[in-house]
């Protein structure tokens, strides 16, 4: 059946028109949404892509992510068994922090390295040492560790800006690059990617001094991105990351065919409320769907009681569970880059990566990130976003339910906007670095 014969074809001018009559009066143009990147038109009828698409999961014929879920191991024993629990419940990633090397056995008793992705994060001091320790505890094991999809990861620079280290030490084999840290410092999205796309670079450029092929060099690099709960703009935030992160390496003569970007997507606990805490379960589904059709190599939502100092029970179960269903009961990970082709999501894409590189120009054109930071000039940016952020949150421009429209009069716990800045780690260390010079 021809459905060009069954169904009749209108002009542009046909469909603008039943559009302003459904309107009552009203221009399209009021339908356009004032969001961070801008004024955007939902209404299109047609749109080709400006820059080029890097898929995803190149080399799998499905959607398949990992279900990941970090754990804090200062008490080895207590970690050791909720890592257990959450491995016989679904997860198949674990990013492990504050691990002890006198501690490995107990940490890793019973846990299949042979077929469990791990990351283990530590601070660039101590990476040199956690490689040797960690490679002889699987050679004890007898695990071969090239084969093992094991990897100890650190953020120098990221450690260096949040925690207000004296010096900033490079010296590590693989960098992953938290760019959760921006975002909920309540970065924009553009402002999150430039700044991330920076922090690489400074990256690929001391490997690539040190006499590493810029191959190898952006094989050592690994990101996280943080999803907030703007559906559509986050889910083409990572589609527009592959993109940018091609058109680095493409200058330094790596095609995208050689290296995609490895991009670990984690719920953003900036939009994470103390207020009727249920409704971050909502958040996190959000997020997490957004990841996986925007092709996230691994997926982490955090618990609804994430920042609650008393945790409840069941918060970790239900956070990985939203992974599961949208897999086994969504089916999410049948089909590769489901928005392909969406006017709609292909124009954000193309936004975003217009305003993220000419935010990561900026920031070159100041010698960097490092330098850019040690200026106030990425801390300013920051600052702005989150202060237009927090006027839109008290005008309910931007809604949390339960928080600042429909709240729950029985709630008991506390929740202020405006100590976010306070709170931010990025922030404060900024501030604390300043006073010092």
Known sequence: MNLNDTFQTNTLQEWEAQITKDLKGESIASLNWNSELGSINPVLFDYKNKYARIPSHASQEDNLALNAQSFCCKNAEASNQKIL????????????????????????????????????????????????????????????YTTLDLKILSDPIGDYISQNNEKLHLDVNH?????????????????????ILSIANEYLCYQISKGIAAKEAAQNISFTIAIGH?????????????????????????????????????????????????????????SAMASF????????????DYNLTDKQSDSSRLAKNIFLILQEEAYLNQVKDASNGSYY?????????????????????????????EKGIVANK????????????????IILIGTNKHVNSNEKNQEDFTTIENDSKFLKSYRLSQTKN
């Open 293 to 304: 059709i925007g092709g996230a190599d691994s997926i982490e939502t955090l618990p609804y």
């Open 230 to 286: 703007s559906y559509f703009p986050e889910l083409a935030k990572i589609r527009a990351f592959r993109t940018l992160w091609a058109t680095l390496l493409n200058e330094y003569g790596v095609s995208e065919k050689e290296v995609s970007a490895n991009i670990h997507c984690v719920t953003s606990n900036f939009y994470y409320s103390n207020l009727d805490v249920h409704n971050n379960l909502l958040r996190g589904t959000i």
């Open 345 to 373: 999501i292909e124009q954000l894409t193309d936004i975003i990566i217009e305003q993220s590189w000419k935010i990561f120009q900026e920031i070159e054109n100041q010698d960097g990130f490092i330098a850019a930071f």
């Open 85 to 144: 629990k959450a491995l016989e419940g679904g997860v198949n990633a674990i990013h492990l922090y504050d691990v002890s090397l006198t501690q490995l056995e107990v940490t890793f008793q019973n846990i299949m390295l042979d077929i469990i992705s791990t990351r283990i994060f530590v601070k660039y001091d101590h990476y040199q040492l956690f490689q040797k320790q960690i490679q002889q505890f699987c050679e004890k094991h007898q695990y071969d």
């Open 175 to 195: 960098f992953h690059i938290d760019g959760s840290l921006f975002a909920n410092a309540g970065g924009s999205v553009q402002n999150q990617l430039g700044m």
């Open 382 to 397: 920051l600052s702005a976003d989150l202060q237009e952020k927090i006027a839109q949150y008290k005008q309910k421009e």
